[in-house]
């Protein structure tokens, strides 16, 4: 069967696959196995080479994908890759080889492809570039054929240039001006110009990719520091609404995020950087409402079921599973509990 909308037909161009050996590099091509073997082959070869993770394809008959892989040196690899649509999500597995425990820098070339991590997605177009973890859960989704250049950067690499990488991944580099627009012109060179680079000068050009790259994101951390002040003061808003409408009992994500003309994904990532969500943020607090009318003489005249209603909860067993689950105990014994202490 052929499909015209896949790169089963539009291999590397000779001389990309004539420089392999010559510099060291290897070829991992889903064409070389048979039909029915394909999926399972490119999961244990991307886990092994990359990450742990599942692959999805739309059809599975025209699964295509085709990965070069060429050495640097510190262990940094330049991979250009081709493919079909497919989907790739991180398994909940630790990485099995040291070669793993790394970043992945990402140069789309033709395409569409989108990147989630961290509570952010990022869209990217021909020419854009983004970063990942590749040890921390992600996903990778794109719609149909595309190309990539996919260079692999050990994590120590990167953290001792730049601190807390894991808040620019999943984040767009610009590549449109400054050092963003250098880094992928120079990758994009690279790649272009392996038949005439011996494998010295192939090498020599590894540090000077990840100095650029290091340059590119730390033009995002200087956006994101502009960002800071806004992002505070939206999670702030956030806080305060909810204090104020605790006790209604039709406070879902939905009503918050239109009362406060922002969206829902948008307060989950707020919440993301203080390691919760929207939801939880929001059980907490009905549970620390709860246990201060448990806790208190002035509320003794009150039903448990009043206190959690008064809280916001409308489901007693709900209430009572999570608050033993925060406070280990029940609703009762805390009451009893804080009603039987003696005083000072």
Not at 133 to 143: F, G, K, L, S
Not at 157 to 174: F, G, M, P, V, Y
């Amino acid at each position: 069967m052929e499909h015209s909308d896949s790169y089963s037909a539009s291999r590397f161009s000779s001389n990309l696959l004539a420089n392999l050996e010559r510099l060291g590099g290897q070829r991992l091509c889903t064409e070389e196995q048979p039909i029915n073997q394909r999926l399972e082959w490119l999961k244990e070869v991307i886990g092994r080479e990359y990450a742990n993770v599942d692959v999805g394809t739309p059809d599975q008959a025209s699964l295509y994908n085709d990965m070069l892989i060429y050495p640097w040196q510190q262990g940094l690899r330049l991979s250009p890759i081709r493919s079909n649509a497919i989907t790739i999500e991180r398994l909940p597995k630790e990485p099995e080889h040291v070669s793993q425990d790394c970043y992945f820098g990402v140069l789309l070339t033709e395409g569409q492809y989108k990147l989630e991590q961290g509570g952010r997605e990022v869209f990217l177009k021909p020419g854009e570039m983004t970063i990942y973890d590749a040890t921390e859960p992600h996903r990778v989704t794109t719609p149909g054929p595309f190309s990539k250049v996919l260079i692999s950067i050990p994590r120590f690499l990167l953290d001792e240039r730049i601190a807390n990488i894991s808040r620019l991944t999943a984040t767009k580099l610009s590549t449109e001006h400054g050092a963003g627009a250098i880094t992928a012109s120079m990758i994009s060179s690279t790649i272009n110009q392996l038949e005439l680079l011996d494998e010295a000068v192939f090498q020599a050009l590894s540090e000077p990719v990840l100095e650029l790259f290091t340059l590119s994101l730390f033009e995002v951390v200087g956006k994101t520091k502009q960002m800071s002040r806004y992002r505070s003061q939206a999670l702030i808003r956030v806080k305060q609404f909810i204090a104020c409408n605790l006790t209604s009992t039709g406070l879902k994500a939905d009503v918050i995020a239109s009362a406060l003309g922002l969206s829902v994904r948008y307060i989950n990532n707020l919440f993301n950087k203080e390691g919760t969500s929207l939801m939880r943020y929001l059980t907490q607090q009905r549970l620390a409402r709860s246990r201060h009318y448990l806790a208190s003489a002035l509320y003794h005249h009150l039903s448990i079921t009043e206190l959690a209603m008064q809280s916001g909860f409308t489901n007693m067993a709900h209430f009572s599973r999570a608050f033993r689950q925060a406070y280990g105990m029940s609703p009762r014994a805390y009451r009893y509990h804080c009603q039987n202490q003696p005083e000072n």
